[in-house]
Every structure is written in structure tokens, then in C-alpha cells.
T-cell receptor
Framework: KQEVTQIPAALSVPEGENLVLNCSFT??????LQWFRQDPGKGLTSLLL?????REQTSGRLNASLDKSSGRSTLYIAASQPGDSATYLC?????????????FGRGTQLTVWP | DVKVTQSSRYLVKRTGEKVFLECVQD?????MFWYRQDPGLGLRLIYF???????EKGDIPEGYSVSREKKERFSLILESASTNQTSMYLC??????????????FGPGTRLTVL
């Protein structure tokens, strides 16, 4: 069964720092990997989707990379702002999964202080 | 923009009541999902539907049922609500694109409290 791990579980940084969130998965046979953001008490917002054939995707200050062979993805946030404070989750779509379910990590809770 | 809506943001019910949670998506997506999210346990899949009238059990289907009579609507039913079903419930949808599966989009969530 696919297992997704996110490290660190929590991160606190001052405004302006560049930071990296990590996601690892145990089975490299995936269709894609998706990064989400979740604000307290809210639903998940999709940030980036990387197909298995891609190495990275960029959206504004966010850059996500994928190394399928090593089972790793990173989310890079440039010039962090207090508004980036949220929980970030990654999820993989496993090729072996029944009818396309995603497997989620537990998330990294990010706090950016002014 | 894809929009996934859920019928209620907050819901308070009594033990033993039958509870309906509704989810509607406006992008003609084939796949729809119901999750619950609890502190320390992360997101857990309850049921998913890959097309109209089709459903599959997720990891924790006990105590729940689902209905998908129309493509845009996926309902989660708690047949007899219990206090251990107090949780945040999240609905999601996704299309099956030409290249395979695409982004999954989530609704705003329903915070259910069972007293």
C-alpha cells in the first residue's frame, strides 16, 4: 500500500525566507502528484499538479519538483509571506490504486511570522 | 473555475438521527469523493464514485452510505449518527482527462457535530 510522508510536520519561519517542504512516497508507480493548501477550518485548495512524466511545475512563488525514481517531491516557496501560513499537503495518484484514489500525507503546518 | 459546493458549513445533529450531506460540482466531473478529516488522523477516504450510480468503499465506510443519482451530485448519508462521527467532512471531484486523471478539487467542508 502506498504511504506518503511529509517532513517536517511543522515549520515556523520569519517573513521573506525561502523554504522547502518535503514529501516522500513508497511506491514510484504513480500517475501524478498534487500539492494542496489548507487554511484552518477550510477545505483543500489545489496548488500544483505534476504528472509522472514531468520534473517540475511552477505557479507564482511556488515551485514543485518530482523525482519519481527516488519517491520524492519538494515544494519550494520563495520569499514567504504571513499569508502563506497554512497546512500544506501532498497526495499521490497511485497506478496500483483502485479506480484512481489519492493517497495523502499528514501535511506540514507552516507559520510565517512578520 | 471548478466549483465544488457542500450544503452546509456547520451542522449539529443528535445521536440516532439520519444525516444527509450534499455535494455538488459544476464541471461535469466523473469522479467524486467523500473524506473525513480528524486531528492526528489526517484525511481518510469514506466512499468514492467513479460515475453515476457507481460507488466504491474507501477506508472507513462503516456507518455511512452514499448516493449518486446525477453526475453533479454526490450525497453522504449517516444512517444513524453517532458521536464518533463528529468530524470535518470534505467532498472532492475530479475529471478523467485525455492524459489520465486530472486535478482533484475540494469543497469548503462541513463541520458536523453529533451530540
Amino acid at each position: 500500500k502506498q504511504e506518503v510522508t511529509q517532513i517536517p510536520a511543522a515549520l515556523s519561519v520569519p517573513e521573506g525566507e525561502n523554504l522547502v517542504l518535503n514529501c516522500s512516497f513508497t511506491d514510484s508507480a504513480i500517475y501524478n502528484l498534487q500539492w494542496f493548501r489548507q487554511d484552518p477550518g477550510k477545505g483543500l485548495t489545489s496548488l500544483l499538479l505534476i504528472q509522472s512524466s514531468q520534473r517540475e511545475q511552477t505557479s507564482g512563488r511556488l515551485n514543485a519538483s518530482l523525482d519519481k525514481s527516488s519517491g520524492r517531491s519538494t515544494l519550494y516557496i520563495a520569499a514567504s509571506q504571513p499569508g502563506d501560513s497554512a497546512t500544506y499537503l501532498c497526495a499521490v495518484f497511485d497506478r496500483g490504486s483502485t479506480l484512481g484514489r489519492l493517497y495523502f500525507g499528514r501535511g506540514t503546518q507552516l507559520t510565517v511570522w512578520p | 473555475d471548478v466549483k465544488v459546493t457542500q450544503s452546509s458549513r456547520y451542522l449539529v445533529k443528535r445521536t440516532g438521527e439520519k444525516v444527509f450531506l450534499e455535494c455538488v460540482q459544476d464541471m461535469d466531473h466523473e469522479n467524486m469523493f467523500w473524506y473525513r478529516q480528524d486531528p492526528g488522523l489526517g484525511l481518510r477516504l469514506i466512499y468514492f464514485s467513479y460515475d453515476v450510480k457507481m460507488k466504491e468503499k474507501g477506508d472507513i465506510p462503516e456507518g455511512y452510505s452514499v448516493s449518486r443519482e446525477k453526475k453533479e451530485r454526490f450525497s453522504l448519508i449517516l444512517e444513524s449518527a453517532s458521536t464518533n462521527q463528529t468530524s470535518m467532512y470534505l467532498c472532492a471531484s475530479r475529471s478523467m482527462g485525455l492524459a489520465g486523471y486530472n486535478e482533484q478539487f475540494f469543497g469548503p467542508g462541513t463541520r458536523l457535530t453529533v451530540l
